[in-house]
């Protein structure tokens, strides 16, 4: 009995009352939470913090000094802690929990649960909280497997409803176009196509020539103006005799005109075409009939005339460079092809197209990720459909990934440090500029909310560039 009192004495002394000190309780709670490998956070029954172990610290972001001895009100803010599970407990007088996005971007889920005292008032309130971001991150995976699902069964539809012709037509502006062409596929009238290149103006002039119930079954026949040079675009066009010039063959040579007899002639960059050439062009559109070089006889002919430019022919009607009669003549029915950047909707299915052609030519079953085609569609395509295939050959060939990889596209390995490539063109240098000025902001103020404050720009902005550059 004796020795147990002095134990009792030797372990009270100091303490008023005869009890264990505050401090020696709280030293040993505080060494007890710092165990726990979730976030502990103590408040009294008027949220006014405690205790914290690093666990919160780490989880929130909040350093200790900023929560011991503070009320959980001072942290109420608009942006990451629009309220606190302490104050709701505090007013529920009953457990509670909830989702909080912290400060240093994660996702955690903190529970509160009272301590009541005998009288049943709450003396203390305990958090726990849990760093849940790892499962945020696996489902928006699967949010982003599902949105991929949906592209491919998408491109599956879009495959089914246009396999006949081969087309991808899923943006409304160009269905409507399409919607045209087939209208008009059955008239004998010359149609004008516009656009930038590599939208497709050849895909739509093959797709009003396949339309056409007279005409599917005859010569298709595409002349490249602007690749044909201009001294030899006449004798390819309107054909020529034996001993018509120097060099011609023997028995002469029909033209491109002619092989379209009953057919459709396409003529791509019809802008590039001389003036000279244009009036012999002009004549032979009036009267159906071609005349070849060095013959006085004329040959009728029965074609559908489709032109296509990338220029602006008024523009060069305007400058004297091309016939104001010919462009009257040819723009019949005027179609204007947008650009790939103004008809997003199409670049996944595009994607999805190539990726399956050139798996197929090569051999390869590469695979793209929801983040690839995301990026994909928010690229500008200055070369449109034609810059899209070449981008999607180049990953299916170059690429060691069976999954591409955001590093597989070209645009991506330009914005490298470009004194790591030895580039030193604008575009090199301006990529490696913006590369200096986020690491350095991301030193300085670690957070992205903070550094798109800086730097006066969205946060989506910084997150976006920060991911694109692997930063």
Not at 157 to 182: N, P, Y
Not at 256 to 263: D, H, K, Q, S, V
Not at 371 to 385: A, F, Q
Request: hydrophobic letters at 40%; charged letters at 30%; a neutral charge.
């Amino acid at each position: 009995m004796n020795a147990k009192r002095v134990d009792c004495e030797s372990e009270t002394k100091g303490s008023p009352g005869g009890g264990i000190s505050t401090e020696r309780v709280m030293s040993e709670l505080q060494e007890i939470i710092e165990g726990s490998f979730d976030g502990i956070l103590v408040t009294d029954a008027d949220a006014n913090v405690l205790l914290v172990n690093q666990s919160y610290v780490r989880n929130t972001g909040i350093k200790k000094e900023e929560l011991i001895g503070h009320n959980m009100r001072e942290l109420i803010n608009p942006v990451w802690m629009k309220n606190s599970v302490a104050l709701i407990v505090a007013e529920q007088k009953q457990p509670a929990s909830m989702h909080h996005a912290t400060q240093n971007g994660k996702n955690i889920m903190v529970t509160g649960t009272p301590i009541f005292d005998k009288e049943g008032n709450i003396k203390k309130i305990v958090i726990n909280s849990r760093d849940i971001s790892e499962i945020y991150e696996l489902r928006e995976e699967l949010s982003r497997a599902r949105e991929m699902e949906k592209i491919y069964f998408r491109q599956i539809a879009e495959d089914e409803s246009a396999a006949d012709a081969g087309l991808v037509i899923s943006d409304a502006k160009m269905q409507e176009i399409f919607s045209m062409a087939r209208r008009i596929s059955n008239f004998n009238t010359t149609v004008l196509i516009s656009g930038e290149s590599g939208v497709g103006k050849d895909v739509l002039a093959k797709y009003i020539h396949s339309e056409s119930a007279l005409r599917r079954d005859e010569p298709f026949v595409a002349v490249n103006c602007g690749a044909i040079p201009e001294s030899l675009l006449e004798s390819e066009l309107f054909g020529y005799v034996e001993g018509a010039f120097t060099g011609a063959a023997k028995g002469g040579r029909p033209g491109l005109i002619e092989a379209a007899n009953r057919g459709t002639l396409f003529l791509d960059e019809i802008g590039e075409m001389s003036v000279n050439l244009q009036v012999k062009f002009l004549r032979a559109l009036e009267i159906r009939a071609v005349t070849r070089i060095g013959a006085q006889t004329q040959i009728p002919v029965d074609i559908r005339v489709i032109a296509a430019t990338h220029r602006d022919l008024k523009s060069l009607v305007a400058e004297g460079r091309f016939r104001e009669d010919l462009y009257y003549r040819l723009n019949v029915v005027s179609v204007e092809i947008p650009p790939l950047r103004e008809r997003r909707d199409d670049v996944p299915v595009f994607t999805l197209k190539f990726l399956r052609l050139f798996n197929k030519q090569y051999g390869q079953n590469k695979k793209i990720t929801f983040e690839v085609m995301k990026e994909m569609e928010n690229h500008d395509w200055p070369g449109n459909v034609r810059q899209l295939k070449n981008v999607v050959e180049n990953m299916v060939v170059v690429s060691c990934n069976e999954y591409l990889q955001l590093n597989d596209l070209p645009w991506i390995k330009d914005a490298q440090p470009a004194e790591a490539r030895g580039d030193s063109s604008l575009r090199a240098q301006l990529a490696a500029a913006e590369r200096r000025i986020l690491q350095e902001a991301k030193r300085a103020y670690g957070s992205t909310r903070k550094m798109a404050e800086v730097l006066l720009v969205d946060q989506s902005t910084i997150v976006r560039k920060m991911k694109k550059l692997k930063l």
